[in-house]
């Protein structure tokens, strides 16, 4: 109940209650498996009665409380390990393969002058500013000096935080599958319709998290593939220009 207290507490003061929120899920998607599981071993519970002070204190001191608690831990456990798991597995391929292919890709001269040419003639349709050729060198040149290894490092760092948000949205959707899966299951109200629907919007979601984080994993070798790149390009144009001034 405090936590519920402490998401409307921030709420009201303009800040971020969706970790909190989340949190929340995850103990309720929980404890909803361990207490199937509970019931399917050990037959069905009744809640203690809170002004029964002495069947509480029962309750715990007699160890009643540690078969609920350790299911429940297991459930935690088990769930957490499983989907960092497939999440992890799943994403470290692709993520390999993508991060390979960047490497191993090459532009040529040709196909980034092209490309250039196309960006100068969509600017004219969608920016007040003409970006052409020597425009965006002359972008680059200023920028150049910034690019360093340790704004690489910097925004490697930066994105640790939003890749772990992700990774913790796949395990609260994860126990969700699990738990909806045992709501089918065991109420009769709960039916195909609402199963299905569930379903297909998780399943969407968990697809859309993928993405997004396989996205956010190749950002820092893009930027390392797009600097190397860009310097390859600017050693041929300036060899080009030395070859031109010698002939003429």
């Given at each position: ?161 939003p890749k772990q948000n992700l990774e913790a949205n ?51 070798t893009l930027m390392r593939k797009f600097h190397h ?20």
């Open positions: 109940m405090n936590e519920v207290f402490i998401i409307a507490g921030d709420y009201l003061k303009g800040k971020s209650v969706y970790p909190a929120f989340r949190r929340l899920l995850n103990l309720l998607f929980n404890i909803s498996i361990a207490s199937f599981i509970y019931e399917k071993c050990y037959g069905c519970y009744t809640w203690l009665n809170y002004n029964d002070y002495k069947g509480i204190l029962d309750f715990f001191i007699k160890g009643n409380f540690f078969i609920p608690f350790s299911i429940f831990l297991v459930v935690y456990g088990t769930t957490q390990f499983l989907s960092i798991g497939i999440f992890w597995v799943i994403n470290h391929f692709k993520s390999v393969k993508l991060t390979r292919e960047i490497l191993q890709y090459q532009f040529k001269k040709e196909t980034i002058d092209e490309r250039l040419k196309d960006i100068n003639k969509v600017s004219k349709i969608v920016s007040p500013i003409r970006l052409t050729k020597n425009t965006m060198l002359a972008v680059y040149q200023e920028l150049r000096n910034h690019i360093t290894p340790e704004a690489f490092e910097e925004i490697e760092k930066g994105l640790k935080e796949f395990t609260l959707a994860f126990r969700m599958i699990i738990a909806i899966t045992i709501y089918f299951f065991s109420l009769p109200q709960f039916g195909w319709v609402l199963y299905l629907t569930a379903m297909i919007v998780l399943i969407f979601g968990i697809y859309v998290l993928m993405i997004s984080y396989r996205f956010l994993d190749i950002i820092p790149q860009a310097e390859e390009y600017l050693k041929l144009l300036l060899e080009q220009t030395n070859e031109n001034t010698d002939d003429t």
